[in-house]
């Protein structure tokens, strides 16, 4: 028997990134403020973990349409952040969300990527590396994220 591995503070860290099974839609955190307002962080996968994964511009392009066109289905969006391991994306809401709740504003901002004519701020001004960017190369994983549209919920293989 091998000893569990010690509880880490980030919940990604205690997640077996061997056992899932991507594209999927799972929820990472969720935080209650002292307020009582609620934070809820989603893990989008786009490629399986340690198999492959999104080209460095097309990471970044994603990042920029989806941070721009999410907001267009809602108006929880506080964070779309590319992981580094480039095989997806945390988006960070506000408020108690469900992935059953989310996966339509998702798709629905996914779709409108899909008819984008350009990736947005990618420019100098707007942008730490305004070139380094594709369009293409986001549509494209975009689609093929839509594809499996039915399997973002199952987040585990078998
Ligand atoms: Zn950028």
């Given at each position: 028997m091998t000893e569990p591995a010690p509880r880490m503070n980030v919940e990604s860290f205690n997640?077996?990134?061997?056992?899932v099974a991507a594209p999927y839609l799972r929820i990472a955190d969720r935080k209650e403020l002292p307020g009582g307002d609620v934070l809820t962080k989603f893990d989008v996968r786009f490629t399986q973990p340690n198999l492959s994964h999104l080209d460095s511009e097309t990471v970044h392009s994603l990042e920029h349409l989806m941070a721009e066109l999410l907001r267009d289905h809602t108006a929880d969006v506080l964070d779309v952040s590319p992981m580094g391991c480039r095989t997806g994306f945390y988006v960070l809401l506000f408020g108690d969300h469900t992935a059953e709740g989310f996966a339509p504003v998702l798709e629905a901002g996914l779709r409108d990527l899909l008819e984008a004519a350009e990736v947005p701020a990618a420019n100098e001004v707007q942008c730490g590396?305004?070139?380094?960017?594709s369009l293409e190369g986001a549509q494209r994983a975009a689609r093929e994220f839509l594809a499996q549209r039915d399997q973002w919920e199952q987040v585990t293989a078998g």
């Open positions: 997640l077996d990134h061997r056992t590396w305004g070139a380094h960017h």
